[in-house]
């Protein structure tokens, strides 16, 4: 058990700083976009966005996954699977340069043309480093990702700061996607182009196991793809642009804590779990300490957005984003359900159970594509962010009773652990609140609003931790005087 910790516990440090870097760098982005925008155009880079992670999924086809997970994958067939995303990567090229004038009649945004044609150039460069990343990743070598991740994201945020002041900002979020996927793939296959380098060999028929594996991981991220943003293409289409320039603003400030924290704990479980595959006591004790650090760091910050939305809003993007703020409290449910969501992937796959994770998100996908259908039609985001939280709540109980079935998870375990970060963060939580209704009954601009409770709710949660963790402050004391 040690062994399985001491191994994520290496690879978060070096995930940690750049998730940190990445995500400090995208808030300011997105920042900046929310002020130079209007709601519409904040709309469209949602879109945008959505467009571009979806086409990231097909152009992995799910081999990324069945690389990491088998044990030993031969050099003939890594050379076959790398021409494979090259040929992909055209494919995506090609389709998005043609169809991008049905893609745009859908959502009524004829502007989406121009800018997926500049947008499919990413996809001729992001192939090239593909199979590099995998092996990478496979051989725990974070520090050369990190590296790797966090250069090409301060590149990609400058070309978007010039460009957005000289240019459209729109034009210029597209063109800093290309430099940011392009870039990244360039420097992963010169990183690791000295240990293994692509050879002129295409033999399908010896990649059987690792492509019937991808096919249905790939299936399975399609499915899931299209069910978490099934929200956005469908408000997009029927609520129009200002609507989702709405969600949009809220989906993101919601998701940053669940997509860029969360990679730092599952990016480095899907390759240590895969090494223990056949040990339900270590992933037992994997997954549960996995669950307990995501839920130390995302609990506190997502429940107390519930409480100071508003304020947040007003200070970070401005009055014309306030109607945002009760949708941002719901959101935030979501958005918990989804942090202790996220790790089941690592484990179910780590299993090589790639065909159970496509049958459940399909299943889920089903259930929230009708209730969302049915939610947008009302012309209410309140009542399509309820069903997204229901859903969610669905899901989050069907993902406890199959690792239950999986790996002999228990609930009384599982309970303890989350209990331990919950409790700290739920009193953070009202301490925030009640320091709110003092701010609001004082008249304190929206600033001190926002910064007094967070200053003292960050101060009351230090406090927590060291009387709930006393050993990991003892342990980082004792580190600190020695440095």
Request: proline share 3%; hydrophobic share 55%; net charge positive.
């Amino acid at each position: 058990m040690a062994g399985i910790r001491s191994q994520m516990l290496l690879g978060v440090k070096w995930t940690s700083l750049s998730t940190i870097t990445i995500t400090f760098i995208q808030i300011v982005q997105f920042g900046l976009l929310a002020h130079r925008l209007s709601v519409a155009q904040f709309g469209l880079v949602g879109l945008l966005t959505t467009l571009t992670l979806f086409s990231q999924i097909l152009l992995d086809m799910g081999i990324g996954s069945a690389v990491i997970q088998k044990e030993d994958v031969a050099p003939h067939i890594l050379s076959t699977l790398f021409w494979l995303n090259i040929i992909m990567g055209f494919f995506l090229f090609v389709f998005l340069t043609v169809a991008s004038p049905l893609i745009a009649d859908f959502f009524h945004r004829e502007e989406l043309v121009h800018l997926l044609r500049v947008l499919s150039f990413m996809f001729l460069i992001a192939p090239i480093g593909q199979q590099s990343q995998y092996l990478l990743q496979k051989e725990l070598r974070f520090q050369e990702l990190a590296i790797i991740e966090m250069a090409s994201t301060i590149l990609a945020f400058i070309v978007l700061i010039v460009f957005m002041f000289i240019g459209d900002p729109v034009y210029a979020f597209v063109l800093s996607q290309v430099i940011l996927y392009g870039i990244k793939s360039l420097l992963y296959f010169l990183c690791y182009i000295n240990t293994w380098r692509p050879s002129f060999v295409f033999n399908l028929s010896g990649c059987k196991d690792v492509l019937k594996f991808g096919v249905y991981q790939l299936l399975s991220r399609v499915v899931n793809r299209i069910g978490s943003n099934m929200d956005v293409i469908l408000i997009g289409r029927f609520m129009g642009a200002e609507a989702l320039g709405v969600y949009n603003l809220v989906y993101q400030v919601i998701t940053i804590p669940v997509l860029r924290i969360n990679p730092i704990m599952t990016r480095v479980a899907f390759p240590v779990f895969s090494k223990n595959q056949h040990d339900n006591t270590a992933l037992n004790d994997g997954f549960l300490h996995m669950t307990e650090l995501l839920s130390l760091v995302t609990f506190p910050i997502l429940l107390g957005l519930t409480v100071v939305s508003k304020s947040f809003i007003i200070t970070f993007f401005g009055d014309k984003w306030v109607g945002a703020t009760e949708i941002m409290s719901i959101m935030s449910i979501v958005g918990i359900l989804r942090v202790l969501m996220n790790p089941n992937g690592s484990v179910i796959l780590a299993k090589g159970k790639a065909t159970i994770a496509f049958y459940w998100d399909a299943g889920v996908l089903l259930i929230y594509g009708i209730g969302l259908y049915f939610a947008v039609k009302t012309d209410d985001l309140q009542i399509v962010a309820w069903t997204y939280a229901v859903v969610s709540l669905v899901n989050f109980f069907i993902g406890r009773w199959l690792l239950a079935w999986l790996i002999e998870l228990r609930w009384k375990a599982y309970i303890r652990t989350i209990a331990r970060p919950l409790g700290p963060s739920l009193l953070i939580t009202a301490a925030a609140y009640l320091l709110t209704l003092s701010c609001t009954s004082l008249r304190l601009e929206a600033v001190w609003s926002l910064v007094l409770p967070v200053m003292v709710a960050a101060i009351l949660y230090v406090f927590l931790l060291r009387r709930a963790y006393p050993s990991f402050f003892q342990r980082f004391k004792k580190g600190a005087l020695k440095s």
